[in-house]
Nanobody, 116 residues
Framework: QVQLVESGGGLVQPGDSLRLSCEAS????????MGWYRQAPGSERALVAA???????NYADSVEGRFTISRDNAKNTVYLQMNSLKPEDTAVYYC??????????WGQGTQVTVSS
C-alpha cells in the first residue's frame, strides 16, 4: 500500500503562481511514476503532469510551458509548480502514484481556484 498526502492548494488570482506538493509513504519501490490529475466540475479527470522515477516527464498541452513537475526521490515527494494560472486551471488536483506493477494510488485531492 502507498499513502499520498497533498498540500498547497488554494484561491489565487489569474496570473498568480501556486505550488502543490505530494508526499508518498508505504511500499515504494524504485521504479514508479508520480504526478497530478485534475478534475473540474462537469469534466472527467485528466492528466496534468507526470514524472517517472528515472526522469521522463509528460505534460498536458494546456499546461505546457506554465507548469513544471519535479520530484525528490529521496523524500518520495512530487511537486507541481504552477505559474501564470488561468481561471480554466480551476479544479480539484489529485496526486497519483503508479508502481512497476501498474497499481495506482490516489491522494485525497486539493482544490485550486483561480478567480479575480
Amino acid at each position: 500500500q502507498v499513502q499520498l498526502v497533498e498540500s498547497g492548494g488554494g484561491l489565487v488570482q489569474p496570473g498568480d503562481s501556486l505550488r502543490l506538493s505530494c508526499e508518498a509513504s508505504g511500499s515504494i519501490f524504485s521504479m514508479n511514476v508520480m504526478g497530478w490529475y485534475r478534475q473540474a466540475p462537469g469534466s472527467e479527470r485528466a492528466l496534468v503532469a507526470a514524472k517517472f522515477s528515472r526522469g521522463g516527464t509528460n505534460y498536458a498541452d494546456s499546461v505546457e510551458g506554465r507548469f513544471t513537475i519535479s520530484r525528490d526521490n529521496a523524500k518520495n515527494t512530487v511537486y507541481l509548480q504552477m505559474n501564470s494560472l488561468k481561471p480554466e486551471d480551476t479544479a480539484v488536483y489529485y496526486c497519483f502514484f503508479r508502481d512497476f506493477k501498474n497499481r495506482e494510488y490516489w491522494g485525497q485531492g486539493t482544490q485550486v481556484t483561480v478567480s479575480s
